[in-house]
Nanobody, 119 residues
Framework: VQLVESGGGSVQPGGSLNLSCTAS????????MRWFRQAPGKERELVAQ????????RYAASVKGRFTISRNNVKKMVYLQMNDLKFEDTAVYYC?????????????WGQGTQVTVSS
């Protein structure tokens, strides 16, 4: 199983980045996909999530209206379009999958990609 994030980098406030996550080794189309982030000295927080068929998305209040999560089940990829970035968006961003087999959850994580917002 692999989740590989890309697209991180440094950007000025108000700028945009588009993160990508490529999945392999599990049934992507059956999995809810999530983006988390962790800033230095802070707990990891859920930023956005998208259900397996892509019709339902949810966002943390701090990013709602600025970030958009999407997925392509054919390419086995999930994206996070981040607009109007703020200093407080600086963090390592992680892609994660959540799959229920019966009542048993399975969670996988990527290695993370750094996003730095600075002037």
């Amino acid at each position: 199983v692999q989740l590989v994030e890309s697209g991180g980098g440094s950007v000025q406030p108000g700028g945009s980045l588009n993160l990508s996550c490529t999945a392999s080794g599990f049934t992507f189309s059956n999995s809810e996909m999530r983006w988390f982030r962790q800033a230095p000295g802070k707990e990891r927080e859920l930023v956005a999530q998208i259900l397996p068929r892509g019709g339902i998305t949810r966002y943390a209040a701090s990013v709602k209206g600025r970030f958009t999560i999407s997925r392509n089940n054919v390419k086995k990829m999930v994206y996070l379009q981040m607009n109007d970035l703020k200093f407080e968006d600086t963090a390592v961003y992680y892609c994660s999958s959540f799959t229920l087999v019966g009542s048993t959850p399975t969670v996988y994580w990527g290695q993370g990609t750094q996003v730095t917002v600075s002037s």
